[in-house]
């Protein structure tokens, strides 16, 4: 696709529950980003993927976060046993390198995440 | 303990006057800033970056100007247009490296016709 597409747009989901979403990187594009933003507050950086490299787990707020890309490609954000303070938007974004100097970066629209 | 800071979170314009977001952070280590700009459902998208070797970076109507000693920076964007209106998120890094860019909370600047 033209850009990074992500799904669901919105999820509405009951506490206790897990959740999946997804991230269709831009074509091509090696680095894979997954940020969120709660009410207030600025995007908060949560795992990096680059081509075939380790992640860059380190902002996963706790081990009920976890993500993977397969194919260096689609990338899936699994939230385990949620609680409400997951609820979010969650911002997938890529680039063609190593997020070179910020004009690389492109967001997809979002997950908005509704815990209840 | 936020690194990046926008202290306002909305500002309102008038169309054809200068709009000025200001953007404070406190790491002395981050070398790298960036502006993005995100409409409503829509993802941010990037609208100017500025390197800490320079104190300024104009790309058309808009101008990021850099304060090191002040840690501090803004964007004004001149002269202000309806379209304009959107949330603008301010962003850090040390290094330019994707996964390391710390993120403002945004604010909200609506341009009135």
């Known amino acids: 696709g033209a850009g990074v597409s992500q799904s669901p747009s919105n999820k509405v989901t009951e506490k206790g529950k897990d959740v999946e979403l997804r991230c269709d990187p831009i074509s091509g594009h090696t680095a894979l980003y997954w940020y969120r933003q709660s009410l207030g507050q600025g995007l908060e950086f949560l795992i990096y993927?680059?081509?075939?490299?380790?992640?860059?787990k380190s902002g996963l707020p706790s081990d009920r976060f976890s993500a993977e890309r397969t194919g260096g490609s689609v990338s899936t954000l699994t939230i385990q046993r949620t609680q409400q303070e997951d609820s979010a938007v969650y911002l997938c974004?890529?680039?063609?390198?190593?997020?070179?100097?910020?004009?690389?970066?492109?967001f997809g629209e979002g997950s908005w995440l509704t815990v209840v | 303990d936020q690194q990046v800071k926008q202290n306002s979170p909305s500002l309102s314009v008038q169309e054809g006057r200068i709009s000025i977001l200001n953007c404070d952070y406190t790491n002395s280590m981050f070398d790298y800033f960036l502006w993005y700009k995100k409409y409503p459902a829509e993802g941010p998208t990037f609208l100017i970056s500025i390197s800490s070797i320079k104190d300024k970076n104009e790309d058309g109507r808009f101008t990021v100007f850099l304060n090191k000693s002040a840690k501090h920076l803004s964007l004004h964007i001149v002269p202000s247009q309806p379209g304009d209106s959107a949330v603008y998120f301010c962003a850090a890094s040390e290094g330019n490296y994707g996964q390391n860019f710390v993120f403002g909370p945004g604010t909200r600047l609506s341009v009135l016709p």
């Open positions: 993927f680059q081509g075939n490299s380790a992640p860059d």
């Open positions: 974004a890529s680039s063609l390198g190593q997020g070179v100097f910020g004009n690389t970066i492109y």
